[in-house]
Each structure stands twice: as C-alpha cells, then as structure tokens.
C-alpha cells in the first residue's frame, strides 16, 4: 500500500513539472510575442511619417469628438499636445481633404472658430470607433438605472467585450506571424483598442458614477449628504463583494485595492507584487 502511494506521489509530481513547464513555455511565448509586437509598433511609429500622420489626425478627430463635434485651435492643442507647426498642418491637410471644416461664431467678440469634423471625415474607421467610445459605450454603462448592481453589471459586460476583442486581434496577428507573413502584420486594431476603448470606458464609469451617488433629498445638511454619500459606498462596496464567488478571488480584489492606495518606497512595492504573485498566481 505505501509503495502504491509513492508512485502515484511520483506521477503527480512528473505531471506537476510538465505542466508547470508548459505554463512557462507558454508565458514565455506571450512575453516574446508581446515584447517583438509592441517592439514593431515603436518601429512602425519611428520610422514610417505615415504612421505619425495616422496618429496625429486621430488625435485631432477624437479632441473635436470628445467636445462634442466642435473645438477650437486652442483646446484642440491642449487635449493633444501638439506644437503649432504640426498641429497646424495637420488641420490644413484635413480641411483640404473635407474631412473637417472651419465654423466661425459671430455671436462673440472678437469672433471664435470651431473645427468640425465632417460626414467624409466620420467615414475613417478610427473616428467611427472613437464615436462609439465616447458615445455608445457611455450609454451601454450608464443606461440602466444607477444601482449598484447595474453599473457592476455593465461595467463586467463592458470588460468582456473588450477582453473578446484584444483576444481576436491577437489570433490574428499570430496566424500571420506563424504563416511568416511578418511584413502585413496589421497593428490598426491593436492599437485602436488600446488606445480608444481604455479611455471611453473610463470616462463611461466616471460617469456612471457621477450618477449613482448624485440624488440626494433636497433640503439636505452637509451632513445627511456625507451620511448618504458613505451609505452608497458601502452598498457598493457590499455589490462587488457579493459578484465575488470565492475567498481568493476577493482577497485578490482587495490586495489590487490596497496596492492602488499604498503610498511605498520601490522596494516595498516590489514586495508587495512579490507576496500578492506568491499567494494569488496559481
């Protein structure tokens, strides 16, 4: 009996070690994989004045976009950073091209000009999903009633269809790099869902936010506010508690929490990511 449970000790201990070699190849091929795509896109940016100009404009459009299809010179400069010579440029090139177009406001003095993006610049793929991030997926978030339960609900939908999206695109993208079809790697997606969807998302949760803890009765003291503002916290905080199915996976949650407020030194931090891989991988 005891030597029948050594060498079943022993098979489990070869299947553990295989697996965990798998696991490490497997890692080791995402770390690769990830390291030569995000290497290839500093490269493509670098070296191709296309790929600058490609980023620039979207820039430009998701600025005038985000401030509801109308935008100044100067808040257009302010959301992207751009210095006057490149900024001016890229505007003149989109005009020529009627992919936007110069409004002036006379009702002011002295009077304003507005940029505008047009029905030939909404076509661009890019500017359509830059729409829909700012659009479509604060409605998706903040469209139900503003419970607790709702905006966990949304907000996990949310991160689903994301999660599907980065999963397809990196399918994709590995199927060229097996077939060696290195050079029509196309990163347009990738980079429209990092650069896009993360930014509409948040704002969609801000705003969601906003809403869950606005309604409070009017007449209100400052204190029956702050009363009512820790009760909706605490309904909140008991609603993502409750999506939490196991022990691990709330003490995971709460460790993110604890790491996102703690105020360490790089040697504490380091600490920390060590004992919450320790505790938490599998």
Do not use: C
Not at 3 to 29: M, N, S
Not at 41 to 50: G, V
Not at 72 to 78: A, F, H, L, M
Not at 171 to 187: F, I, W
């Amino acid at each position: 009996m005891q030597r029948f449970r050594k060498k079943d000790l022993k098979i489990d201990l070869e299947r553990l070690r295989e697996a965990t070699a798998r696991e490490r190849e497997l890692k080791a091929d995402v770390r690769t994989h990830e390291g030569w795509l995000q290497e290839k896109l500093r490269e493509k940016w670098a070296e191709d004045p296309k790929e600058k100009t490609r980023r620039r404009i979207g820039a430009v459009y998701n600025s005038i976009l985000t401030r509801g299809n109308k935008a100044s010179y100067t808040e257009i400069k302010k959301d992207t950073g751009f210095s006057d010579q490149p900024l001016t440029d890229t505007l003149k090139d989109l005009e020529r091209k009627h992919k936007i177009k110069r409004i002036q406001d006379n009702t002011k003095w002295p009077p304003r000009v507005y940029y505008q993006v047009t029905k030939k610049g909404y076509e661009e793929k890019r500017v359509q999903r830059s729409l829909f991030a700012r659009l479509a997926l604060d409605a998706f978030v903040t469209g139900d009633p503003a419970t607790a339960d709702n905006i966990i609900a949304r907000a996990s939908q949310t991160t689903l269809v994301i999660l599907k999206l980065l999963a397809e695109d990196y399918v994709k993208n590995k199927e060229r790099l097996l077939l060696g079809k290195r050079e029509s790697l196309d990163t347009t997606d990738s980079e429209d869902i990092r650069e896009i969807l993360p930014l509409g998302f948040m704002d969609a949760l801000a705003s969601a936010i906003i809403i869950y803890f606005l309604d409070s009765p009017l007449g209100s003291t400052a204190q029956e506010e702050r009363d009512i503002l820790t009760q909706r916290l605490n309904v909140l905080s008991e609603a993502i508690e409750r999506t939490l199915k196991t022990d691990i996976e709330r003490k995971r949650v709460r460790h993110l929490h604890e790491l996102w407020q703690a105020d360490l030194s790089i040697d504490e931090l380091n600490k920390l990511l060590e004992d919450f891989e320790m505790h938490f991988t599998p």
